[in-house]
């Protein structure tokens, strides 16, 4: 056998090798997009509300157990449609790192899996007739997860819902970070004494959150 052939031959061998090794690591889905019934149509309705770390590992959890069913449909409702990972919000506010990097886009990941997904808010949930309601629409379900995440607490300390940012989502991070830079700016542009007030910044909370590293990190 020439050089050429064995080479063609190693060649041939190792995409083959790399297309098994492929489908290995990146399963097929449940269904193709296009193939899937729609979720009203399974005789057994998951529906899970919240997109959040709860929410989307359970619905991507049941998607992977169920993945030899055909009668079970999983669909996932939130309002925004993209998973925000929390321990790198704090880090937009000093721009350290960039909102896309913290926001994934969630519809496409869970149709992979297998499951629909709908952005919606949901309003009202009706335990009776097992229907939830999102956006003015209704949605039917089977067994329900509910996966909605916190509010913030502020543990009635007089002033501070009233006079604080919280931090719920990327766009009070965006705010924190606006609001401070906007108090650089403006002093960048005063003459004379610079009322203390306008760079001092009190942060609430002294959490992994609130301080900038954990204290044995500082010097
Ligand atoms: C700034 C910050 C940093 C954190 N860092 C860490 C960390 O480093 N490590 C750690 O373990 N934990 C951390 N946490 C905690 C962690 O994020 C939470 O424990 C976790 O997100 C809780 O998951 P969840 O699914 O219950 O809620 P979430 O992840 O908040 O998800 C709730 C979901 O519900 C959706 N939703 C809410 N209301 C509605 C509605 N009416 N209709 C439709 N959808 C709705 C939201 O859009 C969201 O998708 C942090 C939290 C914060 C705030």
């Not at 350290?96 to 949930?125: E, H, K, M, W, Y």
């Not at 989502?169 to 306008?198: C, Q, W, Y």
Request: glycine fraction near 10%.
């Amino acid at each position: 056998m020439g050089r050429l052939s064995k080479g063609a031959f190693a060649l041939g061998g190792a995409a083959l090798a790399a297309g098994v090794l492929r489908r290995a690591l990146n399963p097929k889905p449940r269904y193709e997009v296009w193939e899937r019934p729609p979720y009203g149509e399974f005789p057994n309705r998951v529906l899970v509300l919240g997109g959040g770390f709860g929410g989307y590992t359970a619905a991507y959890t049941l998607c992977n157990l169920t993945h030899d069913r055909h009668d079970v449909g999983v669909m996932l409702i939130s309002k925004e449609n993209y998973f925000t990972f929390w321990p790198m919000v704090p880090a937009i506010i000093s721009s350290d790192i960039d909102t896309r990097n913290v926001a994934q886009p969630l519809r496409r990941a869970l149709i992979r899996a297998g499951a629909s997904f709908r952005r919606a808010s949901v309003d009202g949930i009706d335990y009776e007739r097992k229907m939830v309601t999102a956006d003015g629409q209704e949605f039917p379900y089977d067994h329900l997860v509910l996966s909605l995440g916190a509010e913030p607490a502020f543990f009635g300390i007089p002033g501070v819902e009233e006079h604080s940012f919280k931090m719920r989502g990327i766009s009070d991070a965006e705010a924190i970070r606006n609001r401070v830079i906007e108090r650089f700016e403006e002093v960048s542009l005063m003459r004379g004494e610079i009322p203390e007030s306008k760079l001092t910044f009190v942060v609430i909370g002294g959490g992994a959150t609130g301080p900038r590293r954990p204290p044995s990190c500082t010097s």
